[in-house]
């Protein structure tokens, strides 16, 4: 359904801190694409597994803002990824949020395996992994 995120960043070298050690444990490995608009403003670009994740300085000027409500899942294929994304991102400027990782019943969509931190410009990242 989705080709590509973006969400802004106020500190371009450590949103490239955080989300290269992050997307590691989801197999994304080396450094993301790093593109200069022709505004000027930084962009990076990691694709991985047919989807992009992009960081950008805001093009407008204004500070970068996380989306209220909004939240970025992303899937992971074990309950020890889950884990291990939430730990890394808590090792790299992340903060733990809700509640602690681990077995969530998701009712008709079945156990879940879920962890959720904000990113160092506060936006919502949430680990996944259901069972089948």
């Known amino acids: 359904m989705f080709n590509h995120i973006v969400i802004g960043s106020n500190d371009i070298e450590r949103s490239r801190q955080f989300y290269t050690a ?3 444990t989801l197999g994304f490995a080396g450094e ?9 403003h930084i962009r990076l670009f ?3 597994a047919g989807g992009t994740l992009c960081i950008s300085q805001p093009i407008n000027d204004e ?3 996380c989306a209220n409500g909004g939240t970025i899942g ?10 291990q994304f939430h730990d890394v991102a808590v090792a790299h400027g992340g903060r ?3 509640d602690p990782p681990g077995e969530r019943d998701g009712g008709a969509l079945g156990t879940m395996h ?3 931190v904000r990113d160092p410009d506060g936006n919502k990242l ?3 992994y259901r069972q089948a």
């Not at 993301?32 to 000027?40: E, M, Y």
């Not at 992303?74 to 884990?83: A, T």
């Open 114 to 116: 879920l962890s959720y």
């Open 32 to 40: 993301p694409l790093r593109n200069t608009a022709g505004s000027g």
């Open 46 to 48: 990691y694709r991985h």
């Open 96 to 98: 733990s949020i809700e």
């Open 22 to 24: 992050v997307l590691g």
């Open 63 to 65: 500070p970068a803002t």
């Open 74 to 83: 992303f899937k992971c294929s074990s309950p020890e990824q889950v884990q």
């Open 126 to 128: 949430c680990a996944i």
